[in-house]
């Protein structure tokens, strides 16, 4: 069975702080992993995503993950948040028949 | 490219009602999926269509949901009877194959308030 943990619920951070969202997922199979992000009144968008190759990744807005197979993780990072990062954070898992797991979200609220 | 529709985008009923909602996919989508999204909680795949066969349907509450892809395009989702549980909100997403190396695109969702 799929599963995915996001260790923080809630992230407060003042602008220029840098970043680290836990994830740690559980699947046996080969794995697909995804960042998604909910900026408040928006529908959910996808960040990021590892198939396979490089195990870090980088996605849009300066954001980037890295995939650590032997901790199961994939650790969203930014160097420095912006006022603009204000969002919910979502870590998905999914299987190769495209079934996705989403972890229960990270609350972001960076103060400018 | 215009991306997955939903509607409504909000509804309020009483329990024991029945509601619909309505999923558009990204034109050219075969893969169409239906989430719940309660408060605090991330998305739970309920059910997801191949064109307009059923795929992964082992976490829809079969007693009183309902889901159909008719012409593996459109496709609604059924609540009947709602009860208080079911307040979510309710995200369509659509990927061009169900391949996990294939994008999702959600939806704006609807927000489904059941007092």
């Known amino acids: 069975a799929q599963s995915v943990s996001q260790h923080n619920h809630h992230v407060i951070l003042s602008e220029a702080a840098s970043l680290e969202l836990g994830c740690n997922y559980s699947y046996g199979g080969t794995v697909n992993l995804f960042w998604y992000v909910q900026y408040p009144g928006q529908h959910l968008q996808l960040l990021l995503k590892y198939f396979s190759g490089d195990p870090l990744v980088k996605g849009i807005k300066g954001f980037e993950a890295e995939f650590i197979k032997s901790k199961f993780s994939f650790n969203l990072r930014k160097p420095s948040v912006q006022w603009s990062d204000t969002a919910e954070y979502f870590c998905?898992?999914?299987?190769?028949?495209?079934?996705?797991?989403f972890g229960d979200g990270t609350t972001l609220t960076v103060k400018p | 490219e215009a991306g997955v529709a939903q509607s409504p985008r909000y509804k309020i009923i009483e329990k024991r009602q029945s509601v619909a909602f309505w999923c558009n996919p990204i034109?050219?989508?075969?893969?169409l999926y239906w989430y719940q999204q309660i408060l605090g909680q991330g998305p739970k795949l309920l059910i997801q269509?191949?064109?307009?066969?059923?795929?992964?349907d082992s976490q829809l509450p079969k007693d009183r949901f309902s889901a159909e892809r008719l012409k593996g395009v459109d496709s609604t989702l059924k609540i009947q009877p709602a009860k208080l549980e079911d307040s979510a909100v309710y995200l369509c997403a659509s990927s061009l194959e169900p391949s996990g190396a294939y994008e999702q695109y959600f939806g704006p969702g609807t927000r489904l308030t059941v007092t």
């Open positions: 998905a898992v999914r299987s190769n028949a495209g079934k996705s797991t």
């Open positions: 269509f191949q064109n307009n066969g059923v795929v992964d």
């Open positions: 034109s050219g989508h075969a893969t």
